[in-house]
């Protein structure tokens, strides 16, 4: 049995579907990021586990324990919000000791576990400050501290790192993720940033409309994902729609393109192609899956260059996208109106298991 186990779980809220016929299983020690757009579902997800709402049908299963009905008090977890819920009027230690106090734990051992969890989350000797007076990032590991102070077995994360800064949010999904794996708790976060999903999670759930998209690993999100939502969703996708020529080429336009899949000759197909993937070729000269295209947007982001493509010879077919690093592009004329060839290896074309 998983150490959380989630069957059939259901929640509306008058005629609107938050959840609909949720399953999910979750592992000990488990780091698992429930990742989709706003209004899909996985922050109602969290709370019913929490319960802090009560879902209308289903079973939630913790360590063997079923607390579908009971009420948070009673279920075994430490969460941590998005707006880190410190209490303004207490000071670091009493924040970090809340939780125990409720327990009447001894003064000692009690002031002993909150200098270990300031340990922990690297902020020893604060714990005389006010909340007011820390940096955002800084009272989010107070938050986190208090959440780990009475050793869940269960750490919930409701968008922890949101309200942060670009660099600040960086640093503190490494020092989370580091300090999840240092304790093995099993932990569930809630995130609508992608590349936050992809750098904390063991697995990544992708929800929409309340209902679980596909569950997988960083990578086998990325790279295979089961429909169009999921390529499109997580990071940038171009989705082609051609019809198989035979069981090895795709029409595309004017264009012939190989793909190593086994295509149903005849067939409508929708496919995904990352930007990454797409080749630059140093001349004009044709090549297997190679097609001239014109640019006509270029957006440089430091490292690498987001590129807007037309196919010259596909004629009503959408642009594509492609990213070029900007080493590779050094020295090139990749500006709007010019001419370049590109390539698309066969095996980077990937059919969605739906039909276009």
Do not use: W
């Not at 609909?20 to 488990?30: F, H, K, M, P």
């Not at 989370?176 to 999670?201: K, N």
């Not at 004629?315 to 050094?330: D, E, M, R």
């Amino acid at each position: 049995m998983a150490h959380l186990d989630i069957t059939a779980l259901g929640k509306r809220y008058g005629g609107f579907i938050a959840l609909d016929q949720v399953d999910l299983a979750i592992e000990r020690g488990e780091f698992v990021v429930l990742l989709g757009p706003s209004g899909c579902g996985k922050t109602t997800l969290l709370r019913a586990i929490a319960g802090l709402e009560r879902q209308d049908e289903g079973r939630i299963v913790h360590a063997g324990r079923d607390i579908s009905d009971l009420p948070p008090g009673q279920r075994d977890y430490g969460i941590v919000f998005q707006s880190y819920a410190l209490f303004p009027n207490l000071d670091v230690g009493r924040n970090v000791a809340y939780g125990l106090e409720s327990g009447r734990s001894e003064r000692a051992a009690l002031r002993q576990r909150v200098q270990d969890m300031l340990q922990l989350v690297g902020l020893p000797g604060s714990e005389h400050k006010y909340p007011s007076q820390l940096s955002g990032g800084q009272q989010q590991r107070i938050a986190l501290a208090r959440a780990l102070a009475t050793r869940p077995d269960l750490l919930l994360l409701d968008e922890p790192l949101s309200a942060l800064d670009a660099i600040e949010r960086v640093r503190l999904r490494g020092e989370i993720r580091a300090l999840q794996q240092r304790l093995g708790v099993t932990t569930l976060m809630v995130t609508h940033d992608q590349e936050e999903a992809l750098a904390m999670a063991d697995r990544v759930v992708v929800m929409r409309a309340g209902r679980i998209q596909q569950v997988g690993d960083p990578q086998a999100i990325y790279r295979q994902p089961h429909n169009s939502f999921v390529a499109d969703f997580i990071g940038r996708s171009n989705l082609i729609e051609a019809t198989a020529r035979d069981s090895r080429s795709l029409q595309f336009g004017d264009l012939t393109l190989c793909c190593a899949a086994d295509l149903q000759p005849g067939r409508p197909y929708r496919f995904s192609l990352r930007p990454e993937d797409i080749r630059l070729h140093d001349g004009l000269e044709a090549a297997e899956n190679s097609f001239l295209v014109q640019v006509e947007h270029c957006e440089f982001l430091g490292a690498f260059s987001l590129v807007t493509l037309r196919p010259a010879a596909a004629a009503g077919a959408p642009t594509l996208v492609a990213q070029f690093s900007s080493n590779y592009l050094a020295g090139r004329p990749v500006v709007p109106g010019s001419m370049l060839r590109i390539g698309i290896p066969p095996e980077q074309l990937r059919p969605m298991p739906e039909a276009a």
